[in-house]
């Protein structure tokens, strides 16, 4: 608990421990993808099929399909003469006035009165064979009055619709358009197209805004029979189904992304805090500091590409100058302490990795004129090492592993040095 307001030594143990913080973000961006999107995804291939069955079931009951588009709206706010003004209820305006324009509607009726005409043929035969309409309404033509007014604002056919009527949507940011047929895929498509085209009039009007499309819904209704008709069946009840497209499969799975990460990033310095907290390992540069020796150099076992930046950052964190060049520095600096102080012979050991230790001795040798250095167990005696080297070896440096040497294991070291009467050079900090 000694490092608990030690905010720059968590942030080292954090950097160090990047490949266990990646791990626990990339599990919990997994589990929000696939809670969040699998379940969509189930949706999106089975609603195919369950659409198909219940039209299969109505398919002989004039029913009017309302196909609709719902368009949600980003909030957008600009600031004129240091006033912030909202201006997502002009984009909002902008589709209700656009949306019953005739330029609009000329390009609707173009591309789709024909097919639509060919359906109220079969259309206007349902309602007389269910007694929805009378004999002389059978040949009532298709005109483009009737095409216009299936389309849907607000929720209100556009042939009625008024500013004081309709569903007010200004305070959620959400636009819902549409068409009604007795066709469903045909009133899916035009809905579509029909917002399509009011989207990018409305962006040449208004400018760029961020909008989200978050799907279709789809809803059926009983027709209204004309006065004097008798219908011969009525349907027991309405349905209604949300159709969920490619589009917002994906951008939903992309906020279950999203907001996996960001859990994943609390989980993951929760864990490692504690981590850092209940640790019995020489994690810091203060833990070695904690020992009241001279620190020799904090270098890394290799030299990479990262080395520098590693350096840098570490420096900056604990305060004390890092090794750039992996550990290369730290040789120059021990050999010349050992010439300095005419050091013929110095023992190397150190209670983490074994290799590290020996690797530093072979770097120590390789550049070393006049001294000598061994390779030492820190558990051996004092007589054991001398029977083994053949030489009163008294000087010794010590070589520990950030995150592999133990609190306890380093202690029981020092005590060792101390008993056998050897001079502790110094401490070297290893990052691996």
Request: contains cysteine; hydrophobic residues 40%.
């Amino acid at each position: 608990m000694d490092n608990f307001y030690d905010l720059n030594d968590f942030i080292m143990f954090l950097l160090r421990k990047w490949k266990n913080c990646l791990g626990i973000i990339f599990i919990s961006v997994l589990i929000f993808v696939g809670t969040r999107g699998g379940k969509l995804i189930n949706q999106y291939i089975n609603q195919n099929e369950n659409n198909n069955i219940e039209t299969n079931n109505n398919e002989d009951e004039p029913v009017w399909t309302k196909a609709l588009v719902n368009i949600e709206i980003t909030p957008l706010y600009y600031e004129k003469n240091g006033e912030i003004f909202d201006k997502t209820q002009t984009i909002i305006e902008g589709y209700r006035k656009l949306g019953i324009s005739q330029n609009v509607m000329e390009q609707l009726y173009n591309t789709w009165f024909e097919k639509e005409s060919e359906e109220s043929v079969r259309r206007k035969q349902k309602l007389h064979e269910y007694g929805y309409i009378l004999d002389k309404e059978v040949k009532y033509p298709y005109e483009k009055v009737d095409f216009w007014g299936q389309f849907l604002m607000d929720g209100v056919d556009i042939n009625s619709i008024s500013r004081t009527v309709g569903v007010d949507n200004s305070k959620e940011y959400i636009m819902t358009m549409g068409f009604k047929s007795t066709d469903e895929e045909l009133a899916l498509q035009i809905a579509n197209d029909y917002a399509r085209i009011v989207t990018e009039l409305v962006k040449e009007e208004v400018g760029e805004f961020e909008y989200n499309i978050l799907g279709n819904t789809v809803l059926y209704e009983l027709p209204a029979a004309s006065a004097g008709a008798q219908t011969t069946r009525y349907l027991s009840s309405g349905g209604s189904n949300t159709y969920i497209s490619k589009k917002y499969v994906v951008l939903q799975s992309i906020k279950g992304a999203i907001w996996g990460g960001m859990f994943g990033v609390i989980i993951a310095i929760v864990l490692i805090f504690f981590a850092y907290m209940m640790s019995h390992k020489i994690n810091t540069l203060n833990d070695l500091e904690g020992y009241n020796k001279t620190i020799l150099g904090l270098g890394f076992v290799n030299s990479s590409k990262y080395c520098k930046l590693r350096a840098k950052i570490y420096s900056v964190l604990g305060g004390k100058i890092w090794d750039p060049t992996g550990h290369e520095q730290i040789i120059d600096s021990i050999n010349w302490v050992a010439n300095n102080e005419k050091y013929y012979s110095v023992a190397v050991m150190g209670s983490g990795n074994d290799k590290i230790t020996k690797k530093m001795v072979l770097a120590l040798n390789e550049k070393a004129s006049n001294v000598k250095y061994y390779y030492c167990d820190w558990n051996m005696s004092l007589e054991e090492l001398e029977q083994e080297y053949k030489n009163e070896n008294k000087n010794v440096i010590i070589i520990e592993e950030f995150g592999i040497s133990l609190k306890k294991e380093v202690k029981d070291e020092l005590n060792q040095i101390a008993k056998r009467n050897m001079n502790l050079i110094g401490i070297v900090g290893i990052e691996s």
